[in-house]
């Protein structure tokens, strides 16, 4: 798969709006306290951030490893979902899952597995 595939650039593009998603949450989280700033809520934000970043990284180098990466991206995006989930109707965390899940399902589709859990 190219660069210039129209699913490599909405991978690419999920992930960047989940890792700025997931920043933002971060940020919102610590302020908000109580089981938002639960240490394994905040955890997982920080991994889908990061790994969200760094998926978009190997793919933009067009790395070998893009798939692999993709694939535990899809991962951790689809554990932060369920943990924003997790917090109730509050929209920052709904807005929060439902990029994580887009990104998961980006991810997985690059990554040549079926689908996210």
Do not use: P, W
Not at 34 to 46: E, T
Not at 47 to 64: P, W, Y
């Amino acid at each position: 798969m190219n660069l210039s595939s129209g699913e490599m650039q909405q991978c690419i593009s999920n992930c960047t709006k989940c890792h700025q998603t997931c920043t933002e949450t971060l940020a919102y989280c610590l302020k908000k306290g109580g089981q938002h700033a639960a240490a394994d809520h905040i955890k997982l934000l920080v991994d889908c951030a990061e790994s969200c970043g760094s998926c978009v990284d190997f793919m933009l180098r067009q790395s070998d490893f893009h798939m692999k990466t993709c694939g535990l991206c899809a991962e951790i995006c689809t554990a932060c979902a369920k943990s924003c989930e997790r917090m109730g109707q509050d929209e920052q965390m709904k807005t929060c899952a439902a990029a994580c899940r887009a990104c998961a399902e980006s991810c997985q589709k690059m990554s040549g597995n079926a689908k996210a859990a």
